[in-house]
């Protein structure tokens, strides 16, 4: 396991790249989802390196302040004390980040002596070492969270009580609260409603599975897209398959909220990368973004 998880979106990797050679260069040990091999399963893989990690770099952008995941990275790195914040670009952190603090390597060059690469090498080397990094580089100790205590004082009241009536509704209307929610659907007080997220997630990957085609050409010349689930019963792949073309990419996120899939070719192509694709289905409607922004709408075939 790395000492050091760098937590970024894809869009910026010749960005970031720059930063983990140079943290390399300087002697840490770092991990960014380039590590993962191929046939590893992608979210137990971050999840694993990201609790190990002992500091986790965010490296914010306009595209990574929209990003679900590496907002969840940021947040709970954040709240274990080991989040260092930095900006690849000029950009405003997401909500609850608005502090601001963070080193700016928006216009960095990749080298080492750079001040600013230094202000993050030296935070880094603090936490690492049990110390507090200098000011201002987004740190932020562990604090217990605000509403644990309330959740835990609502859960005993309420197996107390048995809220056996619903008291004209008190119950399902605090329940509402977000931060009591999970607590109340754990304690069995209130019943889930409509799918689970993991039942959205496979309804939206599996609607990419078919046969697709572009408006400007007919169906003998489809793209075929098949979706399996790994071993493990989490991780899955699209496979895509055309005449002259056969790619299998791993899913790194599923959103349902925004109706996209966003996943990676399991090996490297000529630029020694492996590309980055989204995927949002719309009933025989498809449309596939690559890594460079191009998005190619198709259409579903028989």
Known sequence: MASIFISYKRENLAKVQ??????????LEVWWDQDIAPDAPW??????????????IVAWSQAAAASEN???EARRARNQGKLIQTFVEPCEPPLFFGERQGVDLSNWNGAANDHRFQ???TAARAILSGKRPPAGVGYAPKKRA???????AFVFLSAVLGFVSNLGGARDAVCEIGAIHDACLRAGLIQPT?????????????AIAGHWARGDRDCSTALDYAVTLGEDGRAYRIRATAPDFDSTLQVESIDPSAGLVTARETRPGPSGLRQEWQFRPNGDLLDIKDQAGTSTPLARCG
């Open 18 to 27: 720059p930063l983990v050679e140079a943290l390399r260069s300087s002697g």
């Open 43 to 56: 979210e137990q893989t971050i999840e694993r390196e990201l609790e190990a990690a002992k500091v986790v």
């Open 70 to 72: 590496v907002k969840a």
């Open 119 to 121: 202000t993050a090498l």
């Open 146 to 152: 605000p509403w644990a205590t309330l959740t835990a």
């Open 194 to 206: 409509g799918p689970s997220l993991a039942e959205q997630q496979r309804r939206l990957v599996t």
